[in-house]
Structures are given as structure tokens and as C-alpha cells.
């Protein structure tokens, strides 16, 4: 009866919404009392609908009511406090169904708080004492709470297993390991928690090597993100900058040409608008004469038409215009003709530094190179439109296909002279300059073909190895015969071993000094594969077989 009544002076003094003993107790209006942190929380979550109401009996309250401490109700909780009764254990005290429950707890189970090994029981704080007080127990092994104490007992022998068979790798009893496991590697579950702990503390350690250097990384990772996108703001910045010092630059010559041209123009019109003048006034004197020579000419009387005729018939000078039609009607065409030519120049020098610029961006790629494509769908998503350049092309080759596709032919074909064309080895270049990651195909037909990548500097004229591809230390080139692979650069030969085919792809990753050649059918089967520093721009390049054997051809594939 006496621990009936305790337990009702618990509830009593408890909070309804902690179900722990009062702490600062505050009375609401309706009269009940909660923890002054519990009713604050509770309101601060009501704040939103202006409507505060009793967790209890949920009477609301507008506005939010001022709480006031209850003097006497705290008072009581100290003095249970001082009397050393607990509270009631709240709900979370209880063992729920992810929870292990104390097996020697009556009705509604407390939470296990260790488990023994040796009893194979679960005990909660209470019922736990014994093992902390009796001699007996004392020497048991305690283990945090575990739900499945019953698989440490051999379904067999109902033993505990306090065996460990190394062969067959499964915990056992004692009369397990003279039974079925006779003749087996067997040591005791203790011996062989010791030598997996071993290896346990082993692989803890990697494990916080590897965090410790991940952390590592991570921070490298972070000071160089902060690097790049400071580099990256300041050339942001710094570029901003100088395009704007070329705009303002180009204004103002734009300005100044506008200025000249208005100042000539004013000049040359004063010019003519002064002769105009003269030569309407030298038309407005000749009329006036033609009109007295016209009166004289109608004088009956003969002394009078002789004594006027002198001083009628006197004609002042003409006024010069020799030079009105001297010039060519051209005026200030020839200023736009070298405005013009200044803007193809500008032009041609903004296409040829671009590449310097495209390649010095795509070197920010430092610390985090990215793998090979492993499938066709990863290489095509570096596809490059490439069209071959005619200025670069031997006379002996013919490009079709919008530029795609180059022949070897036995009679020259009329291109322009150009120095950039290969005098003596039928080969082609690309227009376009490779940077960056890129990927492209070659279809191939005849006896040879050869596939490259070189320098623009590569040499034109002769037929020394300065100019073949492959030949030289500035291109590298896959050689494709009837039956053969070779793959050629700095004028060493390497054999190719894979699967024919007409179809060959290229794969080139210009930062990281790859380049991968594959070839391709319904799969892709990598032939060749180079790593290398590249210092420059590469260009597509392709030879074809020589003028004798016409009839090779090669074409720059349109990917989807």
C-alpha cells in the first residue's frame, strides 16, 4: 500500500508532456501545471495559429497566456526530491519493439540495460543489482543488451558455445568439437574473439588512416576549390578588363575615323561648293553677254553695231575645272577598303589566339583528371565536327563531303598554292584544333590509310620524315593496312594486334597527355593507347595511300 501511494505522489508531481518529475513547475489558466521548458515548447509550435491551447484537457487561450511559476508545487517536488523517490519511469524508460526487454520484469517490461552471457538473461537496472553485489555473479560476463542471446546456445547439444571451429568457420559447443567437428581447427570463442580482435583493431587502424587521409583530401580539395574559383574571378575580372580596353580602344578609332571622315568630308564638299559658285556665276555672266550679243546682232544701224561690237563681244576667263573629272568617282570607298581589311585582320588573329586561350582554360583540369569512356555512349558525349582543310591538302588528294572525305588520285587537282599543303606525302589536316577532350571516327577504304593527330608546326614541303606523319617527334599516326595494324611516331614502328575493321575511333584527352586508338564495329576494341605531354594544339591529320595506288579513301564519320 505504502508503494501504491509513493507511486501515486510520483505521478502526481510528474510533467504530462516529459513524464519526468516537475522541473520549474508553471500553472496555465485551466489550473494544470507542466515544466516551464515543456509548456514554452508546446506554445512556440502553437505560435503559428495564434491559438494556444492545454495538452491536457486542450482548453485554448487568446493571446498566449503569461506564465507564472507555481510556488507551492515546486516546493512539494523539492521536498520529494529530498525524500529519494523517483519519479515514475516515463514511457521512454519502457522496452518498445526495437528495444530488448528485461526478462525477469513483470507486465509492462523496462528497458534491458546488460545482457550476461553466462544466465543468458537480459536485466534492467533493478533486477541487474545481484550481479554487482553477489560474489557468484560478479564473475559472469555482462555485455551490452542483445536481443538473440539464445543463438549463443548450440541447438543440438543445448550448450552454450563457447567453441569456435576455424574450419568451418562457425561458432560450436564443447560437445560439438569431439562430435562432428572432431579432427577440425577448434579453439575457444574467447581465442578466437582475441585474434579477430587483432585483426579488428588492424583494420580500424586502416580504416582511420584512410579517414585521416581522406580528411587530407578533403582539404586539399577545399583550398583548391578556393584557389580555382579565386583564379577564376580574378581572370574574370582581369579579362573584363582588357575586352574592355579593346572595346574603348576600337571606339575610339571607330571615333576618330568617324571624325576624319567628317572633317574630309567638309573639307572636299567647301571645295566643291566654292567652284560651284564660280561656275553659276560665270553661266549667269555668259547669259547676261549672250543676251547683249543677241540685242547687237538685231542693230540695223552699221556704225553703231561696229562702235558696240568691241566691248560686247570681250569675254572674261573661264573659270578652271580641269580637275572635276580627273579623280576616280571613288571618294571614301578606300576608307571603308581598309576598315574592311582591319576587321578581317583583327578576325584572323581572334581565330588564330582563341585556341591558346581554349587550351589555357582547359588546363584549370588539375587534380581531377577524368577517366576513359567505357562505353560508345561515354566517347560520343566528346564528339568534335571536323572538317579536313583544303590550304593543308596534297594536290594528289581529292576532299569531298563537305570536306569530310579525302581520295588519293593519279592526277593533280586544282587547288590553289597554298604553303600550308604537303608538298610530297598525300596527307590532310584538319581545320579545326583539338583541345581538350575529344573523340572521332574514320571510315577507311583501299589498301592504307593512315589516322593521326600532329602539330600545326609539323613541316609541309619534301619528303623528308619531317613531314610524314608518324615520322617525327610533332605526330602520331595509326597506320591501317588490308591485314595489318602499325602505330608510328618519332619514326618508330610499333605492331598493333586487334580485330579489322573499317571503322576507327579516336580518343584524345589533350590535358592529360592521353591518346587512345579503337576499333570500332558493333563494340569497340581499344588497339593502341598513348600517354604523353602535349605542348601545343594537336590537329587531325590523315594519309592516304600514295599516288600510284589510287583509289584509297578515307572520311571524317558524322556522329550522332
Known amino acids: ?98 528495444d530488448v526487454a528485461c526478462d525477469f520484469c513483470t507486465g509492462r517490461k523496462l528497458k534491458a540495460l546488460k545482457s550476461c552471457l553466462v544466465c543468458l538473461v537480459s536485466y534492467c537496472e533493478k533486477h541487474l543489482q545481484p550481479h554487482y553485489d553477489v560474489a557468484q555473479l560478479k564473475r559472469h560476463k555482462l555485455m551490452e543488451p542483445c536481443k538473440k542471446l539464445q543463438d549463443n546456445i548450440c541447438s543440438r547439444h543445448d550448450e552454450v558455445m563457447k567453441m569456435f571451429c576455424r574450419t568451418d568457420q562457425q561458432s560450436i559447443c564443447y560437445l560439438c568439437s569431439v562430435d562432428e567437428h572432431k579432427g ?155 576598315v574592311s581589311e582591319l576587321r578581317d585582320k583583327l578576325q584572323d588573329i581572334l581565330r588564330e589566339k582563341w585556341t591558346n586561350i581554349s587550351l589555357a582554360l582547359t588546363e584549370v583540369d588539375v587534380l581531377l583528371p577524368q577517366p576513359e569512356p567505357k562505353t560508345i555512349f561515354g566517347f560520343l558525349q566528346y564528339s568534335q565536327k571536323l572538317t579536313l582543310d583544303p590550304n593543308t591538302a596534297n594536290k594528289y588528294m581529292l576532299l569531298s563531303g563537305g570536306n569530310r572525305k579525302a581520295a588519293a588520285m593519279k592526277q593533280q587537282q586544282f587547288y590553289s598554292s597554298h604553303p600550308d599543303s604537303f608538298t610530297r606525302y598525300s596527307q590532310v589536316l584538319s581545320r579545326e584544333s583539338l583541345t581538350g577532350r575529344c573523340y572521332w571516327e574514320v571510315e577507311w577504304s583501299g589498301r592504307g590509310v593512315g589516322v593521326a593527330v600532329t602539330y600545326k608546326n609539323i613541316s609541309r614541303a619534301g619528303i623528308s620524315n619531317e613531314c610524314g606523319f608518324g615520322f617525327n617527334d610533332k605526330s602520331w599516326s595509326l597506320y591501317c593496312g588490308e591485314d595489318e595494324y602499325y602505330f608510328w611516331h618519332n619514326n618508330i614502328r610499333t605492331p598493333v594486334s586487334g580485330p579489322r575493321s573499317s571503322r576507327v575511333g579516336v580518343y584524345l584527352d589533350h590535358r592529360a597527355g592521353i591518346l587512345s586508338f579503337y576499333s570500332v564495329s558493333k563494340t569497340m576494341t581499344l588497339l593502341h593507347r598513348v600517354q604523353t605531354t602535349f605542348t601545343q594544339p594537336l590537329y587531325a591529320g590523315l594519309w592516304i595511300s600514295g599516288f600510284i595506288f589510287a583509289g584509297s579513301s578515307a572520311e571524317i564519320c558524322k556522329l550522332k
Open 184 to 338: 577440425h581447427d577448434t579453439v575457444s570463442a574467447a581465442a578466437e574473439r582475441t585474434e579477430r580482435q587483432r585483426e579488428l583493431e588492424g583494420s580500424r587502424q586502416k580504416i582511420q588512416q584512410r579517414i585521416q587521409d581522406r580528411q587530407k583530401d578533403v582539404k586539399v580539395l577545399q583550398q583548391e576549390l578556393e584557389t580555382i574559383n579565386g583564379s577564376a574571378d580574378k581572370a574574370v575580372k582581369n579579362s573584363e578588363k582588357i575586352f574592355s580596353e579593346l572595346i574603348c580602344l576600337l571606339k575610339k578609332r571607330r571615333s576618330d575615323v568617324k571624325q576624319q571622315i567628317r572633317s574630309q568630308q567638309e573639307t572636299e564638299g567647301s571645295r566643291v561648293k566654292e567652284l560651284q559658285e564660280k561656275l553659276e556665276q560665270e553661266i549667269t555672266e555668259l547669259k547676261r553677254k549672250d543676251i547683249d550679243l543677241k540685242q547687237l546682232s538685231h542693230t540695223q544701224d552699221h556704225t553703231q553695231f561696229l562702235q558696240n561690237y568691241p566691248s560686247v563681244s570681250a569675254l572674261s576667263e573661264p573659270t578652271d575645272s580641269s580637275s572635276i573629272n580627273i579623280r576616280p568617282l571613288r571618294y571614301f570607298e578606300d576608307v571603308t577598303a581598309a
Open 1 to 98: 500500500m505504502a508503494q501504491k501511494g509513493a507511486q501515486l505522489d510520483q505521478e502526481t508531481f510528474s510533467c504530462s508532456i516529459c513524464l519526468d518529475l516537475l522541473k520549474d513547475p508553471m500553472a496555465v489558466p485551466c489550473g494544470h501545471s507542466y515544466c516551464m521548458t515543456c509548456i514554452k515548447t508546446h506554445w512556440d509550435e502553437e505560435d503559428e495559429k495564434n491559438i494556444y491551447s492545454c495538452p491536457q484537457c486542450r482548453q485554448t487561450f487568446t493571446p498566449r497566456p503569461v506564465l507564472v511559476k507555481n510556488i507551492m508545487l515546486a516546493a512539494l517536488v523539492e521536498q520529494l526530491k529530498k525524500t529519494g523517490l523517483q519519479a515514475a519511469p516515463a514511457d521512454h524508460c519502457y522496452a518498445g519493439p526495437e
